[in-house]
């Protein structure tokens, strides 16, 4: 019960104080830049004009719709060639821009995807190294590969 005073008093004062409401900073564009960027405005030269800015009201380039609202190939157009890359696939072809089939991918279909319980247990990575890495048992790490599916190397 004893809370609720302290907390009003302790609000109240910090409610009084007039550093919340003198602190704010507008940039000054014609003075120089320093170090931790722009100074700032005198507080007797501050407009509304340093806090309204109108343009982002107002669209700026959009890009022309083609055919069917698309703005690249209409879907009827698609041809096969436009999903398969061409060219010579071999290791020392250091021309091929795409490297197709050259590496094998690390990780499954979601490349931005890697949770860490797959990558540590489900890999072949050494149970050593892992315990060495995460500071967990060996033991609880041979069990954990053998419930998510690793190899015990």
């Given at each position: 019960?004893m809370?609720?005073?302290?907390?009003?008093?302790?609000?109240?004062?910090?409610?009084?104080?007039?550093?919340?409401?003198?602190d704010?900073?507008?940039?000054?564009?014609?003075?120089p830049?320093?170090?931790a960027?722009?100074?700032c405005?005198?507080?007797e030269?501050?407009?509304?004009?340093d806090?309204v800015?109108?343009a982002?009201?107002?669209?700026?380039?959009?890009?022309?719709?083609?055919?069917?609202?698309y703005?690249?190939?209409i879907?009827?157009?698609?041809?096969v060639?436009?999903?398969?890359?061409?060219?010579?696939?071999?290791?020392?072809?250091?021309?091929?821009?795409?490297?197709?089939g050259?590496?094998?991918?690390?990780v499954?279909?979601?490349?931005?995807?890697?949770?860490?319980?797959?990558?540590?247990?489900?890999?072949?990575?050494?149970?050593?190294?892992?315990a060495?890495?995460t500071?967990?048992?060996?033991?609880?790490?041979?069990?954990?590969?053998?419930l998510?599916?690793?190899c015990?190397?």
């Amino acid at each position: 019960m004893m809370k609720f005073p302290i907390l009003f008093v302790f609000s109240f004062i910090l409610s009084s104080s007039y550093a919340a409401v003198q602190d704010f900073c507008v940039a000054d564009y014609t003075a120089p830049q320093g170090p931790a960027g722009y100074s700032c405005k005198n507080p007797e030269n501050v407009t509304v004009d340093d806090f309204v800015y109108s343009a982002l009201g107002v669209p700026d380039y959009t890009a022309p719709q083609g055919p069917a609202g698309y703005s690249c190939k209409i879907p009827a157009n698609v041809t096969v060639d436009d999903f398969v890359y061409t060219g010579l696939e071999v290791a020392g072809n250091t021309s091929n821009i795409n490297n197709l089939g050259i590496t094998t991918a690390l990780v499954a279909q979601f490349p931005g995807v890697q949770l860490l319980e797959n990558a540590l247990f489900q890999s072949d990575f050494p149970t050593e190294l892992i315990a060495q890495t995460t500071l967990l048992d060996i033991a609880q790490i041979k069990k954990l590969k053998g419930l998510l599916g690793g190899c015990f190397a």
